[in-house]
């Protein structure tokens, strides 16, 4: 066939068949070379010039280009499959992220290259753009669900998630300044950019490998088909749940499909949930009558999970700071519970487990957490103003306008700008915890105010966990120039984990002293995580359980839940009651209402 007949059968891969010797006449570069080599025998023996030998040379040159040509070409077809084989059988689950996870057999390979050999040139390369395009969004989502998996331990809402992105590029400003943020954000755009043109090229170059050698791909992708079939019928697999059989694109497409359609009925689901509200219209007068006069602090620590009590290289040093603050309250006249709350959130998103919290409705992700707080559902906040309280929110992370606090009923927001702090910025570029509550107390708790409700997150402990501020004396404190020169000599080369531990045993540390100093008859603490710290810390399958604990002087507030069957002390052990932290909102209205001897 020639060159013409090849190009109006729409046969695109002429490269490939002249790399495998056939010139463009239809004869073989061996047949040229053996007629050239009977002429120059029959014509006998020639004198060859001085510049034959030069002429030789060039030949010998040529011959090797071409051969890097073709090693050169073949390179860049097996980096196009290579490519192409990890858009289609990748995980985007960190956890069966391995080398044997590669060892499958893509029925969407199959399908695609059987398409494409019936198909003629011009739909084929249509189509395989098509392919391309696709499979490199596909590419670009696993490479995102493996992110949130690694970090989230979940994969990525195509829905609802997008605010992360932002708040990702966020913490890599307040943790690692301007510049880090814009370099990895550009580098991200130009990924997210590169990966399908890349995945689309590939996609290309192999179809016109596959126009170039019909029989022998028919030939293999029938093996491979009849092999995949095999499998699948076997189970069988290489790496422990993960089956040679792959369907891995069609299969994250399905549940891409029905995520898509979960969060669109969202909506429907909540309204369910906010209407059925038992306290949504219950008076001020008939709520929270058992905590009249009392200053409630609802404080959440953060990254502050399950793992830190019973992890065995973390637990150790948690365990002895809560066992040591459970002896030294006590001596001091204060009675403590605990227990643990399963958070709607793991690894990061805490805005999500403070809604959770405070208003009793799971807002597991970011398009819930936007239809709750437009709501005028009552939080835990709300109620206590409703009661009377003066309602505080402290947030020493907040930066910039807020329009979701009013879903709190706060009478005060405390931001950045209102906190005052004039020291070293710390972990995720806040100010130390005992900062954040001494102004807290300074604002809110002298003599002779009103009772108060404070919600208050602490952020020392917050990714990436250093550098750990010391902890001074209460008077010592003021404005936080007592803190310059600490951030910079705190900054070491520990690891993750260790970083970690210090980071919670320095907030749990806070607490425990905040209450020693300031506590007296009419202090009611409340302190949990909002969600485990990222797998880099927890590992796999560590759940997302937190503890929570309730401590108080005054032995009529830890009567009014003693049936919750709660933990004596701060430290809950593995057998203390896990709840769902939606659940905590009713049950401790309920608890501290005048009904709670019938629905504690």
Request: glycine fraction near 8%; proline fraction near 6%; aromatic fraction near 8%.
């Amino acid at each position: 066939m020639t060159d013409k007949s090849r190009r109006a059968d729409g046969d695109d891969a002429p490269d490939a068949t002249a790399s495998e010797g056939t010139t463009t006449d239809g004869t073989t570069a061996e047949s040229d070379r053996a007629t050239s080599d009977r002429a120059t025998s029959d014509a006998g023996p020639v004198d060859r010039a001085p510049d034959d030998t030069v002429a030789g040379d060039d030949g010998i040159s040529a011959s090797g280009g071409r051969r890097f040509r073709r090693v050169l070409a073949a390179t860049v077809t097996a980096l196009a499959a290579a490519l192409v084989l990890v858009a289609l059988v990748a995980p985007s689950d960190v956890n069966r992220f391995s080398p044997g996870a590669f060892l499958r057999i893509p029925v969407e390979g199959l399908i695609a290259v059987a398409l494409l050999l019936v198909l003629p040139a011009r739909p084929r390369r249509v189509v395989a753009t098509i392919l391309g395009a696709l499979l490199g969004l596909v590419l670009v989502l696993k490479v995102t669900d493996l992110g949130f998996s690694l970090v989230l331990d979940r994969p990525f809402d195509l829905i609802a998630d997008w605010t992360f992105l932002g708040a990702g590029a966020e913490f890599l400003s307040e943790s690692y300044g301007r510049t880090a943020e814009v370099g990895t954000v550009a580098l991200a755009v130009v990924a997210v950019l590169a990966v399908p043109v890349l995945v689309t090229l590939s996609v290309r170059r192999l179809t016109r490998v596959v126009a170039g050698h019909r029989v022998v791909t028919a030939r293999t992708t029938t093996a491979f088909a009849a092999a995949w079939v095999v499998c699948a019928v076997l189970g069988a697999q290489i790496v422990p749940g993960v089956p040679v059989a792959a369907d891995t694109v069609a299969a994250g497409l399905y549940d891409r499909a029905r995520q898509v359609r979960a969060g669109l009925n969202d909506q429907e689901t909540l309204n369910t949930q906010l209407s059925g509200d038992p306290f949504q219209n219950v008076p001020g007068e008939q709520l929270l009558t058992a905590l009249r006069g009392k200053d409630v602090l609802f404080t959440f620590v953060e990254s502050y999970g399950r793992v830190a009590l019973e992890d065995p290289d973390l637990a150790p040093e948690v365990d002895a700071v809560l066992d040591e603050g459970t002896r030294q309250l006590r001596a001091a006249g204060y009675g403590s519970r605990s227990a643990f709350l399963t958070s709607s959130t793991t690894g990061g998103g805490s805005w999500l487990a403070h809604a959770t919290l405070m208003s009793g409705i799971r807002a597991d992700n970011q398009l819930r957490y936007t239809n709750l707080v437009r709501s005028d559902h009552l939080t835990l906040n709300g109620a206590f103003k409703r009661a009377g309280w003066r309602t505080t929110l402290v947030m020493p992370a907040l930066t910039r306008a807020w329009p979701e606090a009013d879903f709190f009923s706060p009478d005060q927001v405390y931001g950045v700008k209102e906190l005052g702090y004039r020291g070293p910025l710390f972990s995720f570029s806040s100010p130390p915890d005992q900062y954040t509550l001494s102004t807290f107390q300074r604002r809110e708790r002298g003599p002779g105010h009103a009772p108060v409700m404070a919600e208050i997150p602490l952020l020392s402990s917050h990714i990436p966990w250093t550098p750990v501020p010391p902890l001074v004396d209460w008077d010592d404190v003021g404005d936080g120039s007592v803190y310059k020169g600490t951030a910079r000599a705190d900054r070491s080369a520990e690891g993750t984990r260790e970083a970690y531990r210090r980071a919670v045993v320095y907030s749990l540390r806070t607490l425990i002293s905040y209450v020693q100093r300031y506590g007296d008859e009419n202090l009611v603490l409340v302190f949990l995580g909002d969600h485990q710290p990222a797998r880099a810390v927890t590992g796999e399958g560590a759940g997302k359980d937190v503890p929570i604990t309730v401590v108080a002087k005054d032995p009529a507030v830890l009567d009014r839940i003693a049936g919750w069957g709660w933990q004596d002390g701060l430290n809950p052990d593995p057998q203390a009651p896990v709840w769902p932290m939606e659940s905590f909102r009713d049950r401790f209205l309920r608890a501290f209402g005048p009904q709670s001897t019938t629905h504690s």
